[in-house]
């Protein structure tokens, strides 16, 4: 059975629907293998490298959202967040390009461990606060995850992967993505919006 998601590493919502998975993931014996595959989605693709404004005040600007509502909308993802043990700071974070990020996590994929890879680059940058455009950065946090520190360097250093990536968004436009995440279960979308584990679970069940 194949489980696809499309997801970013800037997106709080993809790393509780990430963790939802896990957990339905973990709920099902199914008997038989299941390949998980992580699908790229870059939420704000001419996002500079480099930090600037502040998640809160671009949200703000983009939606014309007041300074509480801002505030009530962090709080409600951190509280998801927390029901799922993640430590989500939406205060504060400033929103960086995932490209570099996105070519690492399928390079990760060709030994396993794209989920590691990406549970790690979403703890890095939402809990740490930490430039996940940044080479140097990157470096460490896929050495965490298991990755071979001179892989890493010579993806960086190179396009590697960068097909891929721009592959997936392809698929995500044929697929009807227009938002993530979005999980697929033998390539039927699962719920709208942050699927519940329940919901996971059901359609992992039928899959």
Known sequence: MKVEMWADIMCPWCYIGKA??????????RGHEVETVWRSFELRPQQPRVPGATLGEMMRRRFSLS????????????????????????DGLRPVNSFDAQRLIHRAAGSGLAGRLADRLFRGYFTEHLNVADHAVLLRLATDA???????????????????????????GERG???????????????????????????????
């Not at 938002?179 to 039927?188: D, K, N, R, T």
């Open 20 to 29: 939802r998975l896990d957990r339905a993931l973990a709920a099902v014996d």
């Open 67 to 90: 300074t509480d509502r801002t505030s009530d909308l962090f709080e409600r993802i951190r509280a998801l967040g927390a029901e799922e043990g993640l430590d989500i700071r939406l």
């Open 146 to 172: 298991g990755l071979d520190p001179a892989t890493v360097r010579k993806v960086l250093g190179s396009d590697a992967h960068a097909a891929d990536v721009r592959r997936d968004e392809r698929q995500a």
């Open 177 to 207: 993505v227009t938002s993530v995440p979005a999980v697929f279960v033998e390539e039927v979308p699962v719920g709208e919006g942050v699927p519940t584990v329940a919901e996971l679970t059901d359609a992992l069940k039928a899959g």
